[in-house]
């Protein structure tokens, strides 16, 4: 079975740009998430979806983040203007749907690095 | 306050030994907690989940679980260099299904 996918695996960029990044999850799970993981900390909640609608988001800087997942399969996050303190590690994880994720059935791809100059 | 606090250490310890890793938290309508392992670069993965309070083994890792004092440990028992990695606690509550809080994790390095 694949994993969750995400890419880019790494980006560098100049703060004031944009970025975007892409997850494909594992196949058939109803739940997506985005995670935002800062050098030393645990990983914290952006955004969670429940098929191709917003169940939480409201750790999201709406401000200068977005999330879609259209079609409930592919989701991207874009950060528009970037900040310094977003350099962090992007993390989606997927599981097949939310209560189970309670139980620690989420699973994690291997993030997405971004670094804001 | 932070919900969830845990120690980020790094702690060191020799091939064999046993590791206690333990989180603190505060919000009492957590019912679910999870250990996470995360290699470096890599996203976590799951290792215990326990619902409630009591202990669970699962080979040489053990998760204990206390409501009462809101604490929660993992032990590693003949712990191995490739236990080396940062691990995560992570809670969540039945009302709020799916969310997931984490500790700031615990960097654990096993030297042979």
């Known amino acids: 079975e694949a994993g969750v996918a995400q890419s880019p695996r790494y980006k560098i960029i100049e703060k004031r740009q944009s970025v975007a990044f892409w997850c494909n999850p594992i196949?058939?799970?109803?739940?997506l998430y985005w995670y935002q993981q800062i050098l030393g900390q645990g990983p914290k909640l952006l955004i969670q979806f429940q098929n191709n609608g917003v169940v939480d988001d409201s750790q999201l800087p709406k401000d200068r983040f977005s999330a879609e997942r259209l079609k409930g399969v592919d989701s991207t996050l874009k950060i528009q203007p970037a900040k310094l303190e977003d350099s962090a590690v992007y993390l989606c994880?997927?599981?097949?749907?939310?209560?189970?994720?309670?139980?620690?059935?989420?699973?994690f791809g291997e993030g997405s690095r971004l670094t804001v100059l | 306050q932070k919900e969830v606090e845990q120690d980020p250490g790094p702690l060191s310890v020799p091939e064999g030994a046993i590791v206690s890793l333990n989180c603190t938290y505060s919000?009492?309508?957590?019912?679910?907690f999870m250990w996470y392992r995360q290699y470096s670069r890599k996203g976590p993965e799951l290792l215990m989940y326990t619902y409630s309070s009591g202990n669970k083994e699962d080979g040489r890792f053990t998760a204990q679980v206390d409501k009462s004092s809101k604490y929660i440990s993992l032990f590693i028992r003949d712990s191995q260099p490739s236990d080396s990695a940062t691990y995560l606690c992570a809670m969540s509550a039945v009302s709020n299904t799916g969310k997931l809080i984490f500790g700031q994790g615990t960097t654990l390095q096993v030297k042979p």
């Open positions: 919000n009492s309508a957590f019912q679910y």
């Open positions: 994880a997927s599981s097949w749907d939310r209560e189970y994720a309670n139980t620690g059935e989420l699973f």
């Open positions: 196949s058939g799970h109803a739940t």
